[in-house]
């Protein structure tokens, strides 16, 4: 291949798929109505010869398909068993082929030796598109959990295809006719919902019963685990988690990148916040209902102006409700906990599989949310109760307006505000008792600052008491207070100490691409030459 992103492919797709099956090392995952014999063997190789790749293929099992033979059922065994997994669905016309995360195919060819070979096909190949490849591999990723969401036998096994096989062997011989009609009009696999003229999804698009949980109408709507931060910006395990709260969120809201958009969170659908921390595995700390994703529901120059991280996140939707529990992260729910627990029964995507813990744990990387069963949810919300009744939560609903800031419209945070800020968040980090949450109240209700910056402020006095990154800044007046009164109350070696902090958080910033922060870096200097 050459080096350009984008290449319009006709004649040479015969080498060009041997060629990406070739340089895949992660990951093949392929969507295809129809499936040969020789373009199976090309999977089946790759596979047995990178025994670790994550090889994937979304299909549609019809018996006139293979008694026409533009399909073949003993390709889809020769791939069973290689240890490809094979999801069925019904009403399929997709034709997608993604290579790694990097390398996509789209266009009209089957995996089939007429779609790779002697027919004409138009496709496109398209290669490091940050902004194309991730919605790709999302795309694919959702499709298979639709469908086990649906039932987990739509996960093909080796039983169910020599069934299907015998059944299609003798279906060849009722043939009728020289039109080629036949008597067998048999399918299986997952029959996912349609969309009515508007673009609606029909009423019956609900999540299915697929566990051992009783049906009950509360949950007719999706289950999400959101996962807030990444790997490489882990939240300390002592922080007290806080949402992103505003006047024009005061239920909170949580955000995504453009390549990883929520299009498919609709409104009431129940979300569980889970943080990158310290830990192996993130910390569940909050849950809520979703008012749904819009495609309008991007960050405003404002919200950029004021959380300069919305930049990047910049896709979100907000919540009807939200309660996060009042304690620090390590005293909330870990994920790593209730994998061991749920094991496979937790996400939608590996319901009826047998997964090792090694491959479970890491199912969620690169992931911004996924789908949970009822299992789950039945269980996150027993443990959650229980840390509600023993450290206590904060509820964000319609109704508290004592998180609706109303005195301080400007957003301006003025000298007085900053003074009181750090006196209280003083004396949040000298007492643990005192609590996060009432320390970011009492700031909100003696200064009139918004909740959500009354946390930023308890969180990075806590960060530069202990030289550690912060990611909320401060502007240059609240951190040359900061800074001058930690001295003061503390010395220069706590100084120094949270001198280190502003620097981590200023290389922070600057990974985000939005430029560096100069007037913090000659803050930090005159106080460095001070000591």
């Known amino acids: 291949m050459n080096n350009m992103a984008v290449r319009v492919i006709s004649k040479e797709h015969y080498e060009?798929?041997?060629?990406?099956?070739?340089?895949?090392?992660?990951?093949?995952?392929?969507?295809?109505?129809?499936?040969t014999q020789p373009l199976a063997d090309v999977f089946a190789a790759c596979k047995k010869q990178n025994p670790g790749i994550e090889a994937k293929l979304i299909t549609r099992f019809y018996h006139e398909d293979f008694i026409k033979g533009v399909s073949n059922i003993d390709a889809l065994e020769t791939l069973y068993q290689s240890g490809i997994d094979i999801y069925v669905l019904q009403d399929l016309h997709t034709k997608l082929y993604l290579f790694d995360t990097d390398t996509a195919l789209i266009g009209s060819a089957n995996f089939t030796s007429g779609g790779f070979g002697s027919n004409h096909e138009l496709s496109m190949c398209i290669k490091e598109e940050i902004e194309v490849n991730p919605i790709l591999v999302s795309h694919f990723d959702e499709l298979v959990e639709d469908i086990v969401s649906q039932s987990p036998d739509y996960l093909l096994n080796l039983e169910k295809?020599?069934?299907?096989?015998?059944?299609?062997?003798?279906?060849?011989?009722?043939?009728?006719?020289?039109?080629?009609?036949?008597?067998?009009?048999?399918?299986?696999?997952?029959?996912?919902?349609?969309?009515?003229?508007?673009?609606k999804a029909d009423e019956h698009d609900n999540i299915q019963t697929i566990l051992s949980v009783a049906p009950d109408k509360e949950y007719?709507?999706?289950?999400w685990i959101k996962f807030e931060g990444s790997?490489?910006?882990?939240?300390?395990?002592?922080?007290?988690?806080?949402p992103y709260i505003t006047e024009q969120f005061p239920q909170g809201a949580t955000f995504f990148s453009e390549a990883k958009r929520p299009m498919r969170v609709k409104a009431g659908d129940y979300v569980y916040m889970a943080v990158h921390c310290e830990a192996d595995l993130p910390y569940i700390v909050g849950r809520g209902r979703s008012a749904g994703y819009d495609i309008g529901n991007i960050a405003t120059p404002e919200m950029m102006k004021e959380k300069d991280w919305t930049a990047r996140y910049n896709h979100y939707y907000c919540f009807l409700e939200f309660e996060y529990i009042?304690?620090?992260?390590?005293?909330?729910?870990?994920?790593?906990?209730?994998?061991?627990?749920?094991?496979?029964?937790?996400?939608?995507?590996t319901k009826g599989e047998k997964l090792s813990m090694e491959k479970l744990r890491i199912r969620h990387r690169q992931q911004a949310h996924m789908r949970l069963t009822i299992q789950a949810k039945e269980y996150l919300d027993c443990l959650f109760d229980e840390l509600v009744g023993k450290h206590g939560s904060c509820k964000l609903s319609p109704v508290d307006e004592k998180f609706i800031d109303k005195d301080n419209s400007t957003n301006k945070i003025t000298l007085d505000m900053i003074k009181i800020a750090y006196e209280i968040a003083k004396k949040v980090h000298a007492d643990p008792e005192f609590g996060f949450l009432k320390g970011k109240e009492e700031i909100a209700e003696k200064s009139g600052m918004k909740p959500g910056s009354a946390g930023d402020f308890i969180n990075n006095f806590k960060a530069m008491m202990e030289g550690k990154e912060y990611q909320r800044t401060l502007n240059g007046e609240a951190?040359?207070?900061?800074?001058?009164n930690i001295r003061n109350d503390f010395g220069d070696e706590a100084l120094k100490t949270a001198l280190k902090a502003c620097q981590k958080h200023i290389k922070y910033y600057a990974s985000l691409g939005n430029g560096n922060l100069r007037n913090i870096e000659r803050i930090m200097n005159e106080f460095a030459k001070s000591i």
């Open 326 to 349: 009042d304690a620090p992260i390590l005293e909330c729910i870990s994920l790593n906990d209730v994998l061991q627990n749920l094991n496979s029964n937790f996400y939608v995507s």
């Open 479 to 484: 951190t040359r207070y900061f800074l001058e």
């Open 231 to 242: 790997s490489e910006r882990r939240r300390a395990m002592t922080d007290n988690y806080s």
């Open 220 to 223: 007719n709507k999706t289950i």
């Open 161 to 199: 295809i020599k069934e299907e096989s015998t059944e299609v062997k003798a279906d060849k011989k009722k043939r009728t006719g020289k039109t080629g009609q036949f008597i067998s009009t048999k399918k299986f696999g997952a029959k996912l919902p349609t969309t009515d003229k508007d673009g």
């Open 16 to 35: 060009l798929i041997h060629e990406l099956f070739d340089g895949a090392t992660g990951s093949i995952k392929i969507i295809s109505p129809f499936v």
